[in-house]
């Protein structure tokens, strides 16, 4: 499953909520990524994930596969939003 997430966070994706990103994502079995434009990083990675610095306001595509990839997109949702 994809779905596409614009990022509310003030200070967008920095290395504060790469770490919880990854901690989240560590969580599920599912196989999951991060894309922006080109860029395609597995979520499960902490140096991959360094690499996705994305400001407030862009849109990013978090991919899921497994069986709880509906549940981990939900979860990664929540960070990218602060909600």
């Known amino acids: ?43 499960k990675s902490i140096m991959g994930m360094m690499n996705m610095a994305v400001n407030s306001g862009k849109a990013v595509t978090v991919i899921a596969d497994g069986a709880d990839a509906a549940e981990a997109v939900s979860q990664i949702e929540k960070v990218l939003t602060g909600k």
Do not use: P, W
């Open 1 to 43: 499953m994809e779905k596409e997430v614009v990022v509310t966070l003030e200070d967008g994706i920095n290395a504060d909520v790469v770490s919880l990103l990854v901690q989240t994502a560590c969580r599920f079995d599912s196989r999951l990524y991060l894309q922006e434009g080109e860029r395609k990083v597995n979520m």
